[in-house]
């Protein structure tokens, strides 16, 4: 499954880009998975396969404005496809 932006949130620090839909996750699974820069990548367990996978993506906003974070997010999902096309772990 190719993951896309679901919804965008925004809280007083960051913008925060959902991919896939909580209902997915096990309960308390969520977590802060990698830091690169202003772009935080948020994972948890999936209910029905047990693995970790991509839940959201949140960007500082004192680095960048929405269309920036917006831009930046599309790149990421467009390289996680790419990787989970081609078999590959895009969490390692």
Do not use: C, H
């Not at 997915?24 to 969520?30: E, K, N, V």
């Not at 990548?41 to 209910?47: A, I």
Request: charged content about 35%; aromatic content about 10%.
């Amino acid at each position: 499954m190719k993951l896309r932006i679901l919804e965008w949130k925004s809280t007083t620090t960051l913008y925060i880009a959902t991919v896939q839909s909580m209902e997915r996750f096990a309960p308390g699974s969520l977590r802060e998975a990698k830091r690169v820069g202003p772009e935080t990548w948020m994972v948890g367990r999936l209910r029905d396969t047990g693995r970790e996978d991509l839940y959201a993506l949140g960007y500082r906003k004192y680095d960048m404005d929405f269309d920036e974070a917006r831009e930046r997010a599309i790149a990421t999902l467009e390289k996680y496809n790419a990787l989970v096309e081609a078999g590959k772990d895009p969490l390692a």
